[in-house]
């Protein structure tokens, strides 16, 4: 992914996007969020940074996120859940 050039403020989240991109002459007012994975207390001070009000709930609960998009891939022939899955050797 590359930051969108024009914008006033970037958040960055990620170990590997602050890095590549943390000399980007694009963005005009980065907002890094380290870690890997970045914690969701810091998405959620960045959002504040860069202006964007949250309903703190969506950071509270976003753990469930990925249980309930699972559920719509239920019982569909084409989904292979194998392929989200981590195997150890």
């Known amino acids: 992914m590359?930051?969108?050039?024009g914008m006033n403020k970037t958040i960055l989240v990620g170990k590997c996007m602050?890095?590549?991109h943390k000399d980007n002459p694009d963005i005009k007012e980065m907002i890094p969020v380290k870690g890997c994975p970045a914690t969701f207390k810091d998405l959620e001070i960045a959002f504040l940074k860069a202006g964007i009000k949250a309903d703190p709930?969506?950071?509270?609960?976003a753990h469930m996120g990925?249980?309930?998009?699972?559920?719509r891939y239920k019982?569909?022939?084409e989904?292979?859940?194998t392929f989200f899955a981590i195997e150890t050797t």
Do not use: Q, R, W
Not at 2 to 5: E, L
């Open 66 to 71: 990925p249980g309930l998009m699972m559920e």
């Open 57 to 61: 709930m969506i950071f509270e609960y």
């Open 18 to 20: 602050v890095k590549a």
């Open 75 to 77: 019982d569909k022939p």
């Open 79 to 81: 989904f292979d859940e």
């Open 2 to 5: 590359k930051p969108t050039k």
